[in-house]
C-alpha cells in the first residue's frame, strides 16, 4: 500500500557558526536566511515510493537563525511511503503505516535526531473520507538501529511514526453489502414460490441467472479496488485461503447460496414432473406430511373394478324378493281379470327394465368416480409434498443467509484461520499471540 502524507515539521538544531554578539549589530537577534546559503542537515524519508524525487526531504522556504546559534527550520512536504497492507479483513481493516524518517549517510556521532515532544500533534489535522486516524495507538518516537556492522559499528538515529488507520466501512456496506443480501434473498425466495405452470419454472431459472451475473457485476467493482490477497508475514500463508479478504469469502458463501439454491429447484421441477406419475408417495419424503396424511391409497385395479361390476350383474338377474311377493299378491287377486293381469306383467317387465338401466348407469357412474379421485388426491398430495420440502429448503437458506451476514459482522472468528506465531500482531486480533523472534520462526 502507498501512504500519501503531506506534513509539515519544525527542526531545531544549534550552529556554532551562525553566532554573534547583538550589540555588534545594532541589537539584532535574530535573522532570516535563505536554506541554500547555510548548512541544512539531511533529512529523509525510508522507503519512499518515489526513491529518487522525494527520499530528501528540502524547502525552499527561509530560515529563522538566532543569535545564539539556534537554527528553526520549517519544513512543509509531501511524499508518498510504502506500507505493508492487510486486507484480510476488508472492509473492517486496520492497516498500520510506519514512516521511518532519518539520515542515510551520517550516522550518530554526526548526527543525532530527538524528538522536541513525544506527543503526536494533531492540530492541522485534516479527516479523509476513507480512513479514520485512531490517535490512541498512533504514536511517534526516537531510536538508534545497528546497520553498519564493520568495525566500528555504526548506530543510525531515526524517528519511527507509526500511525494506525481504521478504514471506514460504511461506503463498502450500505454500496455493497446490503444490495447483495437483499439480491441474494429475493433470489432464494423466488426459487421457492409455487409454480404451476411451466412458465413459472422457467422464471425460476431466469431468475438465477440474472442474480449470478448481478453478483458478478458487485465482485467486478470490488476487485478493481482491492488487493488479491493479504499481504502475509508468513511466506507459507501468502496466496492462501488465509488471505482471501473477508469481503470476497462473503461473496463467495452468498454465490454458493444461489447456485445451492438452483440445484436445489431443479431437484424440486424433476419431482413435479417425474414422480408425479407414480401411483405412491417415496417413503423418504413421506413424512413430509403430517401424521394424518401419511396413509395413502393407490388407484384401484382393473380387477377389483371387474369383481364390483360381476357382483352388480349377479345381484340384478333377478328382482328383490319383497317387489315379488307384492306383486304375486296382486295377480293372485285379480286372477280374474286377465286383461288386468297383462296390463299388470307388461307394467312389471317395463319397471324392472327401467331399474335395471338405472342401477347400470349408477354403476358406471361410481366405477368412473372411483377411477378419478384418486388421481385427484395423488396430484393434490404431490404438491402438498413438494410444497412443504419447498418451505423447508426456503426456511434452511434464509437461515443460511442470515447466519452469513451475523458472521461478516462479528468476525472474530476469522483470527484462528491462518493465524501464524511467527507473524506480526494483528489489530484485529490483539488476543492472538505472536512471537516472531521465537527460534522455530528463522
Not at 496466496?239 to 431437484?267: D, E, K, N, Q, R
Amino acid at each position: 500500500m502507498t501512504s500519501h502524507c503531506r506534513n509539515f515539521g519544525v527542526y531545531y538544531w544549534k550552529d556554532d557558526f551562525l553566532q554573534w554578539n547583538p550589540k555588534d549589530y545594532d541589537g539584532a537577534t535574530e535573522i532570516f536566511l535563505s536554506s541554500n546559503d547555510i548548512w541544512i542537515p539531511e533529512f529523509s524519508l525510508y522507503y519512499s515510493h518515489h526513491f529518487n524525487q522525494a527520499v530528501k526531504l528540502l524547502s525552499n522556504n527561509d530560515v529563522r537563525v538566532n543569535y545564539t546559534g539556534n537554527v528553526r527550520y520549517y519544513l512543509p512536504y509531501s511524499t508518498e511511503s510504502l506500507c505493508k497492507l492487510d486486507v484480510k479483513f476488508f472492509p473492517f481493516d486496520i492497516q498500520q503505516c510506519t514512516l521511518l524518517f532519518g539520515s542515510w549517510a551520517h550516522s550518530n556521532d554526526s548526527i543525532k535526531y530527538s524528538l522536541y515532544s513525544n506527543d503526536l500533534s494533531l492540530i492541522d489535522f485534516y479527516d479523509n473520507q476513507e480512513w479514520q486516524l485512531d490517535s490512541g495507538h498512533s504514536h511517534i518516537v526516537s531510536d538508534s538501529f545497528l546497520y553498519d556492522y564493520l568495525d566500528p559499528p555504526l548506530f543510525w538515529e531515526m524517528i519511527i511514526m507509526d500511525l494506525v488507520l481504521i478504514r471506514q466501512s460504511f461506503y463498502y456496506v450500505f454500496n455493497l453489502v446490503i444490495p447483495s443480501t437483499i439480491i441474494t434473498l429475493v433470489a432464494v425466495i423466488g426459487f421457492h414460490t409455487p409454480s404451476t405452470s411451466g412458465r413459472m419454472r422457467d422464471a425460476k431459472f431466469r431468475l438465477g441467472i440474472m442474480t449470478l451475473m448481478s453478483m458478478s457485476v458487485i465482485l467486478l467493482a470490488i476487485v478493481e479496488d482491492m488487493p488479491k490477497f493479504s499481504m502475509s508475514s508468513s511466506r507459507k500463508g501468502r496466496g492462501s485461503f488465509s488471505g482471501i479478504p473477508l469481503i470476497g469469502l462473503f461473496y463467495f458463501i452468498l454465490l454458493a447460496i444461489i447456485g445451492s439454491s438452483t440445484v436445489t429447484t431443479s431437484m424440486f421441477v424433476f419431482l413435479e414432473k417425474d414422480l408425479r406419475r407414480k401411483n405412491h408417495i417415496p417413503c423418504m419424503i413421506k413424512y413430509s406430511l403430517p401424521q394424518s396424511n401419511i396413509y395413502f391409497s393407490s388407484i384401484p385395479s382393473n380387477d377389483f373394478n371387474k369383481r364390483l361390476i360381476a357382483h352388480n350383474d349377479s345381484a340384478r338377474l333377478s328382482p328383490p324378493p319383497i317387489l315379488r311377493r307384492r306383486f304375486a299378491i296382486t295377480s293372485n287377486l285379480m286372477t280374474d281379470y286377465d286383461d288386468i293381469e297383462q296390463e299388470c306383467n307388461q307394467s312389471w317387465e317395463y319397471l324392472i327394465d327401467t331399474i335395471r338401466n338405472i342401477e347400470a348407469s349408477v354403476i358406471a357412474i361410481r366405477s368412473e368416480m372411483t377411477n378419478l379421485m384418486p388421481q385427484d388426491n395423488l396430484r393434490s398430495r404431490w404438491q402438498r409434498v413438494i410444497r412443504r420440502l419447498e418451505i423447508i429448503s426456503l426456511s434452511f437458506y434464509v437461515l443460511l443467509v442470515a447466519v452469513t451476514v451475523f458472521l461478516f459482522f462479528y468476525h472474530d472468528w476469522y483470527c484462528a484461520i491462518g493465524h501464524s506465531p511467527c507473524g506480526q500482531a494483528n489489530l484485529k486480533c490483539p488476543w492472538m499471540k505472536t512471537t516472531p523472534i521465537h527460534q522455530t520462526c528463522f
